[in-house]
């Protein structure tokens, strides 16, 4: 009797919720939020900046969109909040570009790296600094 009780709310509870996507917390902890049609906004990363959002979308396009590591990332856009950056697998009407200057790839739609060299950004912040003195 409880167990049919139980399942029955638990299967009413789970389709009663709203059917919006996750956000995605990446493993610098940055905040990836899911958006139409493939693509992704990253919350600004305040310990790493644009290199830390470049880790995130990387982390998020592998760890949840599957993505293999030789396909391209492309910065779409801002996002909806102050310094976030919307990403995706198209330039989405963009002219692709090549990036010389990380900081500056966030304003750039176009920008682009692999999956691959956008997730060696998340090995660069796991270094830490070593005083040898």
């Known amino acids: 009797m409880y167990s049919k009780l139980f399942l029955t709310v638990a299967i ?5 919720l709203p059917a919006t996507a996750q956000t995605f917390v990446a493993e610098n902890g940055v905040k990836v939020k899911p958006m139409s049609g493939g693509s992704f906004e990253v919350e600004p990363d305040s310990k790493f900046g644009v290199p830390g959002q470049w880790c ?3 982390d998020y396009s592998r760890r949840v969109l599957s993505t293999p590591w030789g396909n391209r990332l ?3 856009g801002t996002g909806t909040a102050s310094r976030s950056i919307v990403f995706g697998a198209d ?3 963009a002219e692709p570009s090549s990036i010389t200057i990380v900081s500056n790839s ?3 739609p176009g920008a682009n790296f692999s999956v691959q060299r956008a997730y060696a ?3 660069d912040n796991r270094q830490e600094v070593f005083d040898l003195r």
């Open 12 to 16: 009413a509870a789970c389709t009663a």
């Open 91 to 93: 330039p989405a009407g």
């Open 106 to 108: 966030a304003k750039t």
């Open 56 to 58: 995130a979308a990387a």
């Open 121 to 123: 950004f998340c090995y």
């Open 74 to 76: 492309y910065v779409q």
